[in-house]
């Protein structure tokens, strides 16, 4: 069984649209996260999540914003799609609460592409 | 701002050698560094370090963290093909997130 996973693992789409992002996570952990990694592989925290906090990374536009059903998801909006936002984006999850001190499960990613 | 930097940027090898990657971090209130193997996909968990000057192993893969000059090593023994990949370190301080260095690429020729 996949720990976390994410949906779709491409998407090619044109500026300006908007497009949403899945993630599952099966591992019953309390917080979930997305991070953005660009073509020189740098990976960057976007949101921190769990059922009572969200920390936001302030550097992240607000296009950008993470919606959460329940525990187990954490899906991530795009409004208005930019060139820039061309990258992979991952999505982990950790027990032990927000602190982000614990071990992080990836997902597989998923790679956007604007055009 | 919280940072960290890993050095060298990348690194090629021969099956055999032995390597150690290097992780310098800055962040405020400190709790713990994260050592990451990326291959194609996701990143996978390696070690997690918390206290000063105790050796974590696993395998060929050993690191070890230093809280008074902030820094970690990731050691790796005997290399083998399967170890090229980009290693990343991360921390966590008191914003409650992970930061990521840009990571080391390593490359093992047969």
């Known amino acids: 069984d996949t720990a976390v996973s994410q949906t779709p693992k491409y998407l090619v789409t044109q500026m300006g649209n908007d497009k949403s992002i899945k993630c599952e996570q099966n591992?019953?952990?309390?917080?979930m996260y997305w991070y953005k990694q660009d073509s020189k592989k740098f990976l960057k925290i976007m949101f921190s999540?769990?059922?009572?906090?969200?920390?936001i990374n302030e550097t992240v536009p607000n296009r950008f914003s993470p919606k959460s059903p329940d525990k187990a998801h954490l899906n991530l909006h795009i409004n208005s799609l930019e060139l820039g936002d061309s990258a992979v984006y991952f999505c982990?999850?950790?027990?032990?609460?927000?602190?982000?001190?614990?071990?992080?499960?990836f997902g597989p990613g998923t790679r956007l592409t604007v055009l | 701002e919280d940072k960290v930097v890993q050095s060298p940027l990348s690194l090629v090898v021969h099956e055999g050698d032995t390597v150690t990657l290097n992780c310098s971090y800055e962040?405020?209130?400190?709790?713990?560094l994260l050592w990451y193997k990326q291959e194609k996909k996701a990143p996978t968990f390696l070690f997690m370090l918390?206290?000063?000057?105790i050796e974590k192993k696993s395998g060929r893969l050993s690191s070890i963290l230093d809280k008074k000059e902030l820094f970690s090593i990731l050691n790796i023994t005997a290399t083998q093909t399967g170890d090229s990949a980009v290693y990343l370190c991360?921390?966590?301080?008191?914003?409650?997130?992970?930061?990521f260095g840009s990571g080391t690429q390593l490359t093992v020729l047969p």
């Open positions: 982990a999850s950790s027990g032990g609460g927000i602190s982000g001190i614990y071990e992080q499960f």
């Open positions: 591992l019953g952990h309390d917080t």
């Open positions: 999540y769990n059922n009572k906090e969200l920390i």
């Open positions: 962040v405020t209130n400190f709790r713990s």
């Open positions: 918390t206290s000063s000057g």
């Open positions: 991360a921390a966590s301080g008191s914003a409650r997130q992970l930061t």
